[in-house]
């Protein structure tokens, strides 16, 4: 190991000291060498698979995320009537939503072709996760216009990640 280390040290030191001797002795203009043009391979098309998994996402707007709303709409109702018992329960169904949209987005997303999708979609699931379990958002919403206020950013919020590699395959 040290003998290579010294061998690329007195390469790197005599290198330079054998071009500045060259160049005084050859007055020429130095050759340049053309490297031959390089072809990357073409990028992926991930288009078609990309749309295939937009399309179960769907589902998951159509069915876990109005369940959720459903059972947001439910569980303010409660709040607003001073049903606690009662709204600890529509709490508990409201988090279990959040989680099983979490899980479908995963479960839809690990068939992306596209790495950086299959990504997004980790991470969407991931805020819907965490939002099932700090329940943070429930906790600010406490009528129906603080729902009304809020879901709409929220959604965003959470769906932002994978909605972007679908909004360009509509």
Do not use: H
Not at 7 to 23: I, Q, S
Request: charged share 25%; glycine share 6%; proline share 6%.
């Amino acid at each position: 190991m040290r003998r290579a280390l010294l061998v690329v040290l007195a390469g790197g030191l005599l290198l330079p000291v054998a071009a500045c001797d060259n160049a005084k002795k050859s007055s020429a203009a130095p050759a340049v060498s053309v490297a031959p043009p390089v072809s990357l391979p073409p990028l992926p098309d991930y288009t078609v698979n990309t749309q295939m998994v937009c399309t179960r996402l769907q589902a998951v707007y159509t069915g876990e995320l109005r369940e959720f709303g459903t059972a947001m709409g439910k569980l303010v109702s409660l709040k607003e009537a001073k049903q606690t018992a009662d709204a600890a329960k529509a709490e508990t169904q409201v988090a279990g939503k959040l989680k099983a949209a979490g899980a479908k987005i995963r479960q839809d997303t690990e068939t992306a072709e596209d790495p950086g999708f299959r990504a997004a979609g980790e991470t969407s699931a991931a805020k819907f996760e965490q939002s099932a379990t700090d329940r943070k958002y429930v906790d600010r919403v406490k009528t129906l216009k603080d729902l009304n206020s809020t879901l709409r950013p929220q959604m965003a919020q959470w769906l932002t990640p994978v909605s972007s590699f679908c909004e360009s395959t509509s």
